[in-house]
């Protein structure tokens, strides 16, 4: 096999041109700057530039395409929200994902596995209960099951719980599904700029110019851009991009940790979430176990990872599926989550005329990828918050509008 990809590579035949140029230098003038090149910066690029036909855009990345939340996230993709405003927005991106691959032409292995919520006890079912029918009632496929649907699907789970926390039931939702969240990256990476939109990694913003209340442009390690609109679309750097314009936001930022183990032969054909225990696991194309844990309890800036998280989440994964005790665990990581009060996104305009904010992710924006792009390419393309996302406008939190996604959170993804 590496011989045979040797050839590949040195065939001109094959000649595979890079996924992006790396322009040499900065415009001095751009329509729109996006700050950060996550999946949700560049997904807006691509859509500014496919159904809006704004392509004069510079996409600005402190450090590499997709470094951020985007690379560090376990990609879960579901619907099964407990708002109607959460549920029919996600929604929407689900059914966006389903033919994302055709649209970017590239393989993203998305796969739709079935997302078991487990509940351990009886206030958990009242919950999904509730969940499953503000579901339904919007058309979303989920419903309460019991040990008897669970055990068909994933016979290796150990109800017991080694006696602690016994399976009651679970929310089920079919369409819940797993994706290669490097390969959403790199395609609307390549998708936008293929529309002319220019990538610029190795370049942090130092500072945003605003005069009498209107956009300026944006200061750079490499030069000053003069643009009338910029995007922050930073994740867990929100604050610091914030602070930069003068808005303030309830944002708090909390380390979220996952990990992955040694490859294993196929045998976890579902997503498996525990919110009592802590946990969510799943099982990538690849064969390893993909797994994650809820947020780190303290407020910190920093992607380092803990042997704390590490022994947690063993614990409680043995506790599920005890036979895994001899499994190794490969890699693990830490990703910035930008949280706030009441769970749910902040999206659209600001008080600042030409600044827009895609913020407050928390642990769930991976899913959000392609009904943010869509919405926020809108927004700033016609200067109007999309219907999808008034919801989770700023001014929500003077307003007393919160939209409370907390019992959808789940452990925290």
């Not at 059914?95 to 958990?124: K, M, P, V």
Request: aromatic residues 10%.
């Amino acid at each position: 096999m590496p011989y045979r990809l040797i050839k590949f590579a040195l065939s001109k035949q094959y000649n595979e041109p890079r996924m992006f140029r790396t322009p040499d230098r900065l415009k001095p003038r751009y329509d729109v700057v996006i700050i950060g090149a996550g999946g949700h910066g560049l997904a807006a690029a691509y859509y500014l530039a496919r159904d809006h036909k704004i392509t004069n855009i510079a996409v600005l990345e402190q450090s590499y395409l997709g470094s951020g939340g985007t690379g560090r996230n376990t990609a879960i993709v579901r619907s099964n929200y407990l708002t109607p405003e959460g549920v029919r927005f996600y929604d929407e991106s689900l059914r966006l994902f389903q033919d994302l691959s055709e649209d970017l032409d590239i393989n993203l292995f998305y796969s739709e596995r079935g997302h078991f919520t487990l509940a351990h006890t009886d206030a958990t079912l009242r919950t999904m209960r509730w969940r499953a029918e503000v579901n339904k009632h919007l058309g979303v496929r989920s419903e309460l099951v019991g040990p008897d649907v669970i055990r068909q699907e994933c016979p290796y789970l150990d109800f017991s719980c080694g006696g602690h926390t016994p399976v009651l039931g679970a929310l089920y939702h079919p369409p819940g599904a797993i994706a290669r969240h490097d390969a959403v990256a790199w395609g609307y990476g390549r998708a936008a700029d293929s529309r002319s939109v220019e990538i610029h990694q190795e370049t942090s913003v130092t500072g945003i110019k605003i005069t009498r209340g209107r956009m300026e442009g944006v200061e750079t390690d490499r030069g000053f851009i003069e643009t009338p609109k910029v995007l922050s679309a930073v994740a867990g750097y929100t604050p610091r991009i914030t602070r930069m314009v003068g808005i303030e936001t309830p944002i708090v930022v909390h380390p979220l940790q996952a990990c992955v183990t040694e490859p294993l032969k196929p045998w976890l054909n579902c997503i498996i979430v525990s919110a009592s225990l802590h946990l969510y696991v799943s099982q990538s194309s690849r064969g390893e176990l993909v797994m994650g844990a809820s947020l780190d309890p303290y407020e910190l800036h920093s992607t380092r990872s803990t042997l704390d998280f590490a022994e947690g989440l063993a614990g409680h994964l043995l506790e599920l599926f005890p036979f895994l005790s001899d499994v190794k665990v490969l890699r693990q990581w830490a990703g910035l989550s930008d949280m706030t009060p009441d769970f749910s996104p902040i999206m659209g305009k600001t008080a600042v005329e030409g600044f827009y904010i895609d913020s407050g992710w928390g642990t769930w924006g991976f899913k959000a990828t392609p009904v943010c792009g869509k919405t926020m390419a809108y927004t700033v393309a016609h200067d109007v918050d999309h219907e999808l996302i008034r919801p989770f406008r700023l001014s929500r939190f003077q307003e007393y509008a919160q939209v409370g996604e907390k019992g959808a959170a789940s452990v925290g993804h």
